[in-house]
């Protein structure tokens, strides 16, 4: 599966971010997932996508042209797609990324997370995101979003001292790619049906209620 990582391209930030960071996308490449992310050369997009390819994983980097034109490209992506600018790179790291993943960043990266957030709100996909709050950094934006009360679709862990990757997060990313390849499964056997058959059966009709109770249930859980 492609988890999508959004995070800092800054390099003066707090040493443990990347020595978390570095694990993730170890336990990533390990555990055969595909890394989607903004393609950049610095910060801990760097660090992600140097953990990913040193532990024979692969890279997806959704390149704005501006970032291109200056020569921070990250230089070991498998695949690039092009993109004209941030809104562009949205949409297709929305496209490519199976559940998402916001590191520590900064306004680009909350500009990110509430896309995706707001996407799902309105309807138009029913992906998780998950704030991986290392060291509480994403303690503030939760309580705003706790007071808010309106995403029960964000997960969020927190991370208050260092240390190895937290087991909680791994768990979130687990089950949510567990329940996508559970869904698809079933998406494909309902469409195989109807090839098959020709029409609509009660056995199919029910079958399409028990996916469309699921995509339900998912638009209202936490992972």
């Given at each position: ?10 390099k003066n930030i707090d040493p443990d971010f990347f020595t978390l960071t570095e694990e993730m996308g170890k336990w990533m490449a ?194």
């Amino acid at each position: 599966m492609k988890i999508a990582v959004f995070c800092s391209a800054n390099k003066n930030i707090d040493p443990d971010f990347f020595t978390l960071t570095e694990e993730m996308g170890k336990w990533m490449a390990e555990n055969g997932h595909d890394l989607v992310f903004g393609g950049c050369n610095s910060g801990l997009m760097d660090c992600i996508g140097k953990a990913v390819k040193a532990n024979g994983g692969r890279t997806i980097g959704v390149v704005p042209t501006l970032v291109e034109r200056g020569g921070r490209t990250f230089p070991d992506l498998d695949i690039e797609i092009p993109c004209d600018n941030l809104s562009d790179r949205k949409d297709l790291m929305l496209a490519q990324g199976d559940i998402f993943v916001a590191l520590p960043g900064g306004i680009g990266t909350l500009d990110e997370i509430f896309t995706i957030a707001a996407a799902h709100t309105i309807g138009y996909h029913h992906k998780m995101v998950i704030l991986y709050n290392m060291k509480g950094f994403w303690n503030s934006t939760i309580a705003l979003l706790d007071d808010g009360k309106t995403i029960p679709f964000i997960a969020r862990y927190r991370k208050e001292r260092t240390g190895s990757l937290d087991d909680q997060v791994l768990r979130a990313i687990d089950n949510r790619l567990q329940y996508l390849r559970k869904l698809e499964q079933r998406k494909s056997e309902i469409l195989s049906a109807i090839e098959s058959q020709g029409k609509l059966t009660p056995e199919l009709t029910e079958k399409i209620q028990k996916a469309e109770t699921l995509v339900e249930t998912d638009r209202k859980s936490v992972v």
